[in-house]
């Protein structure tokens, strides 16, 4: 079969390959859609989790069933899914403990383009069909439920790290897809005051669309600073960091008031250390707590979010910016992922002609 692999550091490309097999737990699935991410940049042009050679780029799609396993009991061939960018192995002693995200190790949920061929492939595998695929509801759009995949639920997840409630002050520190999902979802939560950091002019219009009360442009100063000027001195309650690099957290602690919390969901590129202002955490005392994860996956996460869009609560048109049909624009698509013209949110590739 065709695919698009990372070849090596910095290389990207064309390569066949063998079509995978099928275990009696798993299926094959042929893509529908795919999306490009700013996760298979970091693995290709940063070399954020180290070489890897032809192997299959991709975790965002939705497909359509064409093989499952002798004991997958919910799914069948010709069934159109959305497959979630991490798929656990559901009877691990980690998803036991409530974190199924790291089974078998950490980050191990995260099969796709890590240590596992992805989505970018004329077919690919997806471990545990049962609890890692979900059918796409009736009269859903499959190519805007690309973005169920990835971007929705690791947008939220920010939102569920920095336990945002009722009324609290909420920084979003980024307004990519994720970013702009965090603000969503931030807003679902009842906050009240929402600042969103970024400068992109189409980003800054989806994020007020999704609540955004204030637009944050960090070229026109340090974002700390900027913030503490829009809130009297006193900071925000929960900061979720959806962009930035290492040195992010450091405006993120500064702006946090003490008992606050913030949430990443940021992938860290590059740098070896995230830096921690001493005096702003409190000589390390401060009560700010800041968590980082990775978005569950599986197949309830899925159906529920999914629900979140028939019902009308999340509208998804603001995300897809750049539609290509055809498998042969996937590099042109990844290559805007990682240029990030000023017109970009999230690009995506439709590969099934009756989705042209």
Aim: aromatic share 6%; glycine share 12%; with cysteine.
């Amino acid at each position: 079969m065709k695919a698009y692999a990372m070849l090596g550091l910095n290389k990207a490309g064309w390569i066949e390959k063998e079509r995978p097999a099928c275990g009696p737990m798993d299926a094959i699935v042929k893509p529908l859609a795919v999306a490009p991410c700013t996760s298979d940049v970091h693995t290709v042009w940063e070399g954020a989790i180290g070489d890897r050679k032809d192997m299959i780029l991709g975790h965002e799609a939705t497909g359509e069933v064409v093989e499952v396993g002798s004991m997958v009991k919910d799914f069948k061939p010709g069934d159109r899914v959305i497959v979630p960018a991490i798929t656990p192995d559901w009877n691990s002693l980690e998803a036991q403990n409530g974190f199924s995200m790291h089974s078998g190790g950490m980050l191990a949920g995260w099969k796709f383009s890590n240590f596992k061929d992805g989505v970018f492939a004329e077919y690919f595998h997806v471990n545990d069909a049962d609890g890692n695929l979900a059918l796409i509801p009736e009269g859903m759009d499959p190519v805007a439920a690309t973005m169920l995949s990835d971007m929705v639920p690791t947008g939220f997840h920010g939102v569920e790290l920095a336990d945002v409630k009722f009324g609290d002050e909420v920084l979003v520190i980024g307004i990519g897809p994720v970013g702009l999902m965090a603000v969503a979802g931030t807003a679902l939560r009842g906050a009240s005051n929402i600042y969103a950091v970024g400068s992109r002019p189409v980003c800054a219009a989806a994020a007020k669309a999704y609540g955004a009360t204030e637009i944050i442009d960090y070229h026109n100063g340090p974002i700390a600073q900027q913030v503490m000027e829009r809130t009297n001195g006193k900071g925000v309650d929960r900061v979720v960091i959806a962009g930035g690099t290492v040195d992010t957290f450091a405006e993120a602690v500064t702006v946090l008031k003490p008992g606050g919390v913030i949430g990443n969901v940021n992938y860290l590129g590059s740098g070896e250390f995230v830096k921690i202002p001493r005096v702003e955490w409190g000589v390390g005392m401060g009560h700010k707590t800041i968590r980082g994860g990775l978005m569950p996956g599986g197949r309830l996460r899925m159906e529920k979010l999914a629900k979140l869009v028939t019902s009308g609560r999340l509208d998804l048109k603001h995300l897809i910016t750049h539609r290509f049909n055809g498998f042969e624009h996937m590099e042109e698509a990844l290559l805007l992922m990682k240029d990030k013209p000023r017109d970009l949110i999230k690009p995506v590739v439709v590969l099934a002609e009756d989705l042209y």
